[in-house]
């Protein structure tokens, strides 16, 4: 089965810290995709990223950078100089590359960056 | 390039009464996938429609069922409104060919409120 688990709950930083939400997966398959989502208040989840499990190379997107380790099973998710306007719930999520096969969510961490 | 729509975005309903939430995907996309949000259990699969069939479906009871018109758009219903089924109902749609793993975009939910 698979699973995705983010341990952190909650985080609160001061503005212009940098920040890493953790996350760690568990799937017996040996291709999938991982994803980062990010849902502010209004409810929409709004995509970040999609990496493939044969594609280890670190992602940079102007303050956001993914750390993909396969041998940690970890996809981890830094923003570097936060502002308020990260706040919001980020969620990682694991999906089989095979088959018609939905998301799976990890709960989720609450991001807030107070000014 | 407009993203996925739904309405409505807010509703309140009594136990016992049923729901239909709607879901227009981004234009071109033939898969639409269905996820409950809730407190308690987080983010979970309802079921998905590809070409107007359901291709698969999640672990939740009978009431719950949607279907798929010829344009992609989509709809799911609840009947027998329970006071647990109150959650953000999120529709996502995926890229054309309807291959696992393409990218998926989330709408911005629907509200539902069972009292």
């Known amino acids: 089965a698979q699973k995705v688990t983010q341990a952190q709950t909650e985080i609160s930083v001061v503005e212009k810290e940098d920040v890493t939400l953790d996350c760690v997966y568990e799937?017996?398959?040996?291709?999938?995709?991982l994803f980062w989502y990010k849902q502010p208040p209004s409810g929409e989840l709004v995509f970040l990223i999609r990496r493939n499990s044969f594609d280890e190379q670190n992602e940079i997107s102007g303050r956001y950078s993914w750390n993909f380790q396969k041998s940690t099973s970890s996809f981890n998710f830094t923003i570097t100089a936060s502002q308020v306007v990260d706040s919001a719930v980020y969620f990682c999520?694991?999906?089989?590359?095979?088959?018609?096969?939905?998301?799976?969510f990890g709960k989720g961490t609450r991001l807030s960056v107070i000014a | 390039k407009a993203g996925v729509t739904q309405t409505p975005r807010y509703l309140i309903k009594t136990r016992g009464q049923q729901v239909t939430l709607s879901c227009s995907p981004i234009s071109g996309h033939r898969s639409v996938s269905w996820y409950q949000q809730t407190p308690g259990q987080g983010l979970q699969f309802l079921f998905e429609?590809?070409?107007?069939?359901?291709?698969n479906k999640g672990n939740f009871p009978g009431r719950f069922s949607g279907r798929q018109f010829s344009n992609s758009r989509s709809e799911m219903n609840v009947s027998t409104l329970e006071l647990g089924d109150s959650a953000l109902y999120l529709c996502?749609?995926?890229?054309?060919?309807?291959?696992?793993?393409?990218?998926?975009?989330f709408g911005e939910g629907s509200w539902l409120t069972v009292v």
């Open positions: 999520a694991l999906k089989k590359s095979s088959g018609n096969t939905p998301l799976v």
């Open positions: 799937t017996r398959d040996t291709t999938y995709y």
């Open positions: 996502a749609s995926s890229s054309p060919s309807g291959n696992s793993g393409n990218t998926i975009y």
């Open positions: 429609y590809f070409s107007e069939t359901q291709r």
